[in-house]
């Protein structure tokens, strides 16, 4: 995880915190060289240097920090994103590799993440959060139970892929919340990771959200990426 954090984190002194004399900058400063070796246990100490501040800066601060405490330490995030840029020609699709180490262990610590991140302006981060949602709220309504913090396995995340889309498929109010909550991260993932110009647009993981967003409304978009999935 360092690798991904601490390139987001370094924007962080990009902006002019080092040498800067304001209380703030210098909270932010000394939260960001807190979360540079901090471990889940203490992670939260880090962030609480920042008080109530609501900056961009802050928000990184604090999207960081919840991904260190929810376990994203080692080269966890590495992986995952060197999976999206793969393009194999069998086996695992690489997203849901992917989505598998990406996990939080609830659905309210990863919604705040994507909230913290987003606002944080750094699209690396929110492209993070973006899948961090999806595979937390698939590991949530695809049957898996406790989600466990060093993430799930592939074949974990396959079978929760199988139950959401049968609670799609089922009808009634799950399966239209469920749409409607991952046919819309579904959508801002897109937006995220495929836009022209950006690295990952002709990989596999951009092959399957664009071609569900293009299936029409929100739990039409969520079925077809899963349908996606499923097929490789």
């Known amino acids: 995880m360092r690798s991904v954090l601490l390139a987001a984190l370094s924007a962080v002194a990009a902006f002019g915190l080092v040498g800067c004399e304001s209380k703030q900058e210098a909270n932010l400063a000394k939260a960001q060289a807190c979360l540079d070796?901090?471990?889940?246990?203490?992670?939260?100490?880090?962030?609480?240097?920042?008080?109530?501040?609501?900056?961009?800066?802050?928000?990184?601060?604090?999207?960081?920090?919840?991904?260190?405490?929810?376990?994203?330490?080692g080269d966890r995030v590495a992986q995952a994103f060197?999976?999206?840029?793969?393009?194999?020609?069998?086996?695992?699709?690489?997203?849901?590799?992917?989505?598998?180490?990406?996990?939080?262990?609830?659905?309210?610590?990863?919604?705040l993440a994507a909230q913290y991140c987003t606002a944080s302006g750094v699209r690396s981060m929110e492209r993070l959060a973006t899948f961090t949602t999806m595979a937390t709220l698939l590991a949530v309504n695809g049957g898996i139970g406790t989600i466990p913090a060093e993430g799930l396995s592939e074949a974990q995340m396959s079978s929760a892929i199988d139950g959401a889309l049968s609670t799609l498929q089922g009808g009634g109010p799950a399966a239209e919340a469920l749409g409607a909550q991952l046919g819309a991260i579904v959508i801002q993932?897109?937006?995220?990771?495929?836009?022209?110009?950006?690295?990952?647009?002709s990989n596999k993981v951009c092959q399957n959200l664009?071609?569900?967003?293009?299936?029409?409304?929100?739990?039409a978009v969520a079925a077809e990426l899963l349908n996606q999935l499923k097929q490789n």
């Open 37 to 73: 070796q901090a471990t889940p246990a203490n992670a939260d100490s880090c962030t609480a240097m920042i008080g109530d501040d609501m900056s961009q800066k802050a928000m990184l601060i604090r999207c960081a920090g919840l991904y260190v405490k929810n376990g994203f330490v």
């Open 82 to 111: 060197e999976r999206i840029k793969q393009n194999p020609s069998g086996g695992t699709d690489p997203m849901v590799t992917s989505l598998s180490f990406m996990t939080f262990t609830s659905m309210d610590a990863a919604t």
């Open 189 to 201: 993932a897109e937006q995220a990771y495929c836009q022209e110009g950006s690295s990952f647009s």
């Open 210 to 219: 664009s071609a569900a967003v293009q299936a029409g409304n929100v739990s």
